[in-house]
């Protein structure tokens, strides 16, 4: 079944940097188109970046443009989210999903990221 895993959030000062994974499983990997999207507390969740099957375009919401690169292993099933110069309203747990209609509603337990000021 479709399983995807991600990991690598934690507490980080404003300013600071994390590295999102997101391991993914039970589908074609190397052809689905991958997203990162993220919920705030007492918020609804919305879309970060997005990146193609093979890397070649990606996406960005303008609240993280320049800031975010969204990337993939297509050998290790992986996607990545580098995130850099946080600010505290990054803060939230941040979900991968793939970009097909027929995989959207699959959806890992997240991970947390929280930036201090």
């Known amino acids: 079944q479709v399983q995807l895993v991600e990991s690598g959030g934690g507490l980080v000062q404003a300013g600071g940097s994390l590295r999102l994974s997101c391991a993914a499983s039970g589908f074609t990997f190397s052809i689905s188109g991958m997203n990162w999207y993220r919920q705030a507390p007492g918020k609804e969740r919305e879309w970060v970046a997005g990146i193609t099957s093979t890397g070649g375009v990606t996406n960005y919401a303008d609240s993280v443009k320049g800031r975010f690169t969204i990337s993939r292993d297509n050998a290790k099933n992986t996607v990545y989210l580098q995130m850099n110069d946080l600010k505290p309203e990054d803060t939230a747990v941040y979900y991968c999903?793939?970009?097909?209609?027929?995989?959207?509603?699959?959806w890992g337990q997240g991970t947390q990221v929280t930036v201090s000021s």
């Open positions: 999903n793939p970009g097909r209609s027929s995989l959207r509603n699959y």
